[in-house]
């Protein structure tokens, strides 16, 4: 029995369907600034196939998106970096998959600062047969569960049926994890990172302080920090108090997005023909572009392939509603050109002309 899991789109893919449980092992990592324990096992789990296929869908199901991060070091040394040092002894001598797992709960135990990080159980897993990028490796992953759901159970007493609870772990909703796939180990290795606790002060310990992973600059990357400039440079400059209509910033954001849905590489001098047009708004695009890039210090390029992936993801935060006072929303979907805005003096209102040749 395989399970089917999987996430991709024509230049990046996480395929999961054939991957097959080899190691797995759990430990448990109490907070230590809050005097709490560290439990290691010195024994890996030996799970049924069903526990297999469960724990399948609780370790991979929340790895629907192919962005990859890697390992960086302190002083930028991967040798620096403990997770990165137990994920190549392993991936070397899977002997040491036991040994490691303790390194490695070790580590996290010594990053459990903050008050409010929560204590919870820690799975070392060691994974064959996943496809990342039409490559076939292994992978090693490392999850973590913090929080436990109620969930009802039904016990038959002769002929009767009663009804009582206990806590445990929402197998579809994993708390945080990575898979550090078996590939580009010089470049920090190629992974996957899921956390669920959002952006807060506490919640970075797990990228930052105790996996010590950046965002790879690959087309994922660029095309998703060139759709976010683009929406900024739409809300920040291109807008109503330069003098643009509301229409024609919806307008600057759909061709924007039917850009990267259309083409497979983008090409900045393209992009500026195609979409802006305006001299005068390309130059402002430009500064906008550099000002973006060093203040976020991200690298964004002038060419790069598109993620359709991104485009998606990307696509969603970009708006095409024309709010009229609390009465209207106009959606503009297409050609700017059919709708036009004016005013009208004898009310005192403002209106827009909508032209169209057919009602749906």
Request: net charge negative; with cysteine; hydrophobic share 35%.
């Amino acid at each position: 029995m395989h399970l089917s899991i999987y996430a991709f789109n024509h230049k990046n893919m996480l395929y999961f369907s054939e991957v097959e449980i080899e190691k797995v092992i759990v430990h448990q990592v109490g907070n230590k600034h809050e005097d709490g324990k560290l439990l290691l096992s010195e024994i890996e789990l030996q799970p049924d196939e069903e526990l297999q296929n469960i724990l399948k869908t609780y370790f991979l199901g929340s790895f629907k998106e192919p962005i990859y991060y890697q390992f960086i070091g302190t002083d930028d040394i991967l040798d620096n970096n403990q997770i990165y040092l137990s994920s190549a002894e392993i991936f070397e001598n899977e002997d040491q998959f036991i040994a490691q797992s303790h390194q490695i709960a070790k580590h996290l135990f010594e990053q459990t600062y903050h008050p409010k990080i929560k204590h919870g159980e820690l799975y070392i897993v060691y994974f064959n047969k996943c496809i990342v990028d039409d490559e076939l490796t292994s992978a090693i992953g490392i999850f973590k569960s913090e929080n436990k759901d109620p969930f009802l159970k039904i016990l038959q007493k002769q002929d009767n049926l009663d009804l009582t609870y206990d806590i445990g772990i929402n197998i579809n909703k994993l708390d945080k994890g990575c898979i550090v796939f078996n590939t580009e180990k010089t470049q920090g290795y190629k992974i996957c990172m899921v956390d669920l606790s959002g952006k807060s002060k506490e919640a970075s310990y797990w990228k930052d302080d105790f996996l010590q992973l950046q965002q790879r600059k690959d087309d994922f990357y660029q095309t998703q920090n060139y759709m976010q400039m683009c929406k900024g440079f739409v809300n920040e400059v291109f807008n109503e108090k330069n003098g643009i209509e509301r229409a024609d910033q919806i307008d600057m954001l759909n061709k924007t997005a039917n850009y990267f849905e259309e083409k497979e590489d983008f090409d900045l001098n393209d992009f500026e023909n195609k979409v802006i047009e305006n001299n005068e708004v390309i130059n402002a695009f430009k500064e906008y572009k550099d000002r973006y890039a060093d203040e976020r210090e991200v690298e964004i390029k002038d060419q790069f392939g598109i993620s359709a992936s991104a485009v998606k993801k990307g696509k969603a935060q970009f708006k095409s509603v024309l709010k009229l006072d609390k009465n209207f929303h106009i959606y503009i979907h297409g050609d700017r050109t059919r709708i036009v805005k004016g005013f009208d003096p004898s009310t005192g209102l403002h209106f827009y002309q909508v032209y169209y040749e057919q009602e749906n």
